[in-house]
Nanobody, 118 residues
Framework: VQLQASGGGLVQPGDSLRLSCAVS????????MGWFRQRPGLEREFVGR????????TFADPVKGRFGLSRDNAKNTVYLQMNRLKPEDTAVYYC????????????WGQGTLVTVSS
């Protein structure tokens, strides 16, 4: 199973950005998917999670109300919609697959850099 995160870039505070995570080698519809980020100088942290059906979504407090999650199982892709971006959202963002629904992530993408700066 391979995960490819994309969509990062340089944006200004208040802007929006959508990250994609394309899954190959398996069917993403079987998995819960998570997004994590690693901000400069900090440990990797949880951002959000979407269930295999897309019905259940959870978010970390710093991004609640600003970030959204969706998935297109037909395209084997999961999305992280980031709105009202702040400089503190600057990080490398990673997607990950939880194949057993046990909240342990078994496969990770390579990360995509998001920089929020004026």
């Amino acid at each position: 199973v391979q995960l490819q995160a994309s969509g990062g870039g340089l944006v200004q505070p208040g802007d929006s950005l959508r990250l994609s995570c394309a899954v190959s080698g398996s069917t993403v519809g079987n998995y819960a998917m998570g997004w994590f980020r690693q901000r400069p100088g900090l440990e990797r942290e949880f951002v959000g999670r979407i269930s295999w059906s897309g019905v259940r979504k959870t978010f970390a407090d710093p991004v609640k109300g600003r970030f959204g999650l969706s998935r297109d199982n037909a395209k084997n892709t999961v999305y992280l919609q980031m709105n009202r971006l702040k400089p503190e959202d600057t990080a490398v963002y990673y997607c990950a697959a939880d194949t057993d629904s046990d909240y342990a992530y078994d496969y990770w993408g390579q990360g995509t850099l998001v920089t929020v700066s004026s």
